[in-house]
């Protein structure tokens, strides 16, 4: 009898036990690529980790914006980096990066954007893969740009030997000591020669943006630009020097 009551104990025991559900592997989220204007510029931003958010945020934030103006050739924003995997900025900031140059087909790139990073004046410079992508973007790019110590990452290419540039004020003596052979301009807070448009970098990286914009869009489209922002633009009033 004993072992008829715990038999029926057991068979409603695991009657009412809930049935697990099978495990099964969650689906890989779809990649999401940038929407692309044809009609548009392209900027491509390169990012690494350890990238200063100010050298990033501010030309981003004046370029991206150039979509809400009319009547002129506006730009379309993104990020290319060596991976897919989110880039960690030096002040931890967390950015999910659109392309991997190293593996990605990449789509033109109208104006590279280089901004500083932690490692720019060491390590970085010895990364080859990333020199040469920079390298080869430049020759046919329309601009190339560079905020702070991305200037060392330029030079260090080749790309800045027969232009005038400048870079962080307080780092322009290592500039000049690594790079004695470049026309280095000092107390400006940006250089406009040929192509090349490099600057002093932090708060000031907002008026490189804005200058480029002046130059291709004209004043009314740069103060426009920079009244959306809250900021006080006359190009007048910003040292700087201009080669053409």
Same mark, same amino acid.
């Given at each position: 009898?004993?072992?008829?009551?715990?038999?029926?104990?057991?068979?409603?025991?695991?009657?009412?036990?809930?049935k697990k559900k099978p495990v099964t592997a969650?689906?890989?989220?779809?990649?999401?690529?940038?929407?692309?204007?044809?009609?548009? +510029?392209?900027?491509?931003?390169?990012?690494?980790?350890?990238? +200063?958010?100010?050298?990033?945020?501010?030309?981003?934030?004046?370029?991206?914006?150039?979509?809400?103006?009319?009547?002129?050739?506006?730009?379309?924003?993104?990020?290319?980096?060596?991976?897919?995997?989110?880039?960690?900025?030096?002040?931890?900031?967390?950015?999910?990066? !659109?392309?991997?140059?190293?593996?990605?087909?990449?789509?033109?790139?109208?104006?590279?954007?280089?901004?500083?990073?932690?490692?720019? @004046?060491?390590? !970085?410079?010895?990364?080859?893969?990333?020199?040469?992508?920079?390298?080869?973007?430049?020759?046919?790019?329309?601009?190339?740009?560079?905020?702070?110590?991305?200037?060392?990452?330029?030079?260090?290419?080749?790309?800045? !030997?027969?232009?005038?540039?400048?870079?962080?004020?307080?780092?322009?003596?290592? +500039?000049?000591?690594?790079?004695?052979?470049?026309?280095?301009?000092?107390?400006? @807070?940006?250089?406009?020669?040929?192509?090349?448009?490099?600057?002093?970098?932090?708060?000031?990286?907002?008026?490189?943006?804005?200058?480029?914009?002046? +130059?291709?869009?004209?004043?009314?489209?740069?103060e426009s630009l920079a009244g959306g922002l809250?900021? !006080?633009?006359?190009?007048?009033?910003?040292?700087?020097?201009?080669?053409?």
């Amino acid at each position: 009898m004993k072992y008829i009551i715990v038999f029926v104990v057991l068979f409603f025991t695991s009657s009412c036990t809930p049935k697990k559900k099978p495990v099964t592997a969650r689906k890989e989220d779809k990649r999401e690529f940038p929407v692309l204007d044809s009609t548009r +510029y392209n900027v491509a931003f390169l990012i690494m980790d350890g990238v +200063y958010n100010t050298e990033f945020t501010a030309p981003f934030d004046i370029f991206q914006h150039t979509q809400y103006r009319d009547n002129i050739r506006t730009m379309n924003t993104f990020t290319v980096a060596n991976t897919l995997k989110p880039i960690k900025s030096f002040e931890g900031v967390r950015i999910l990066p !659109d392309f991997d140059y190293t593996k990605d087909s990449i789509p033109r790139i109208d104006i590279l954007v280089v901004p500083s990073a932690e490692h720019h @004046l060491d390590t !970085d410079l010895k990364d080859t893969i990333m020199l040469n992508f920079v390298k080869k973007t430049s020759k046919d790019a329309l601009f190339v740009t560079s905020h702070c110590d991305g200037a060392f990452v330029l030079a260090k290419t080749g790309i800045l !030997d027969n232009v005038a540039s400048t870079t962080f004020p307080s780092d322009i003596p290592k +500039y000049k000591s690594m790079f004695p052979h470049l026309d280095v301009k000092d107390s400006v @807070l940006f250089v406009h020669d040929g192509k090349f448009i490099t600057s002093a970098g932090g708060a000031k990286s907002f008026e490189a943006a804005l200058y480029l914009c002046e +130059y291709l869009y004209g004043k009314e489209i740069a103060e426009s630009l920079a009244g959306g922002l809250v900021i !006080d633009w006359n190009l007048d009033e910003v040292p700087r020097f201009i080669s053409h």
